[in-house]
Nanobody
Framework: QVQLVESGGGLVQAGGSLRLSCAAS?????????MGWFRQAPGKEREFVAA????????NYGDSVKGRFTISRDNPRNTVYLQMNSLKVEDTGVYYC?????????????????????WGQGTQVTVSS
């Protein structure tokens, strides 16, 4: 089991930057989890944003954020980050981090919400024009 807590959301102007953090607390080693970020805007379905393999060696991004967002992880701090640059109004939404328990040789990134086992409560990101 793992508990995830997102932070770092807020109100920013279009073109600005934010860094979201997801702190994990678990009995299992944090490196056992592949991690991901998803978001949901009002009236829209959950959207894949970014994912990172348990090793940190592979990343994956949704088409709408490629080139602007960067996912990373700091395993000693049990934390995954989402650096968001060049923010657009359409980036507004609640951002959730998610964890998927994986085997020791797993090197994959996961883009489907249904493949994750654990989720945080989310943090609001609002981008103003």
């Amino acid at each position: 089991q793992v508990q995830l807590v997102e932070s770092g959301g807020g109100l920013v102007q279009a073109g600005g930057s934010l860094r979201l953090s997801c702190a994990a607390s678990s009995r299992r080693t944090f490196t056992s989890y592949a991690m991901g970020w998803f978001r949901q805007a009002p009236g829209k379905e959950r959207e894949f944003v970014a994912a990172i393999a348990r090793s940190g060696g592979s990343t994956n991004y949704g088409d709408s954020v490629k080139g602007r967002f960067t996912i990373s992880r700091d395993n000693p701090r049990n934390t995954v980050y989402l650096q968001m640059n060049s923010l657009k109004v359409e980036d507004t939404g609640v951002y959730y981090c998610a964890a998927r328990a994986t085997g020791s040789r797993d090197t994959d990134t996961y883009t489907s919400w249904t493949l994750y086992n654990y989720w945080g409560q989310g943090t609001q990101v609002t981008v103003s024009s």
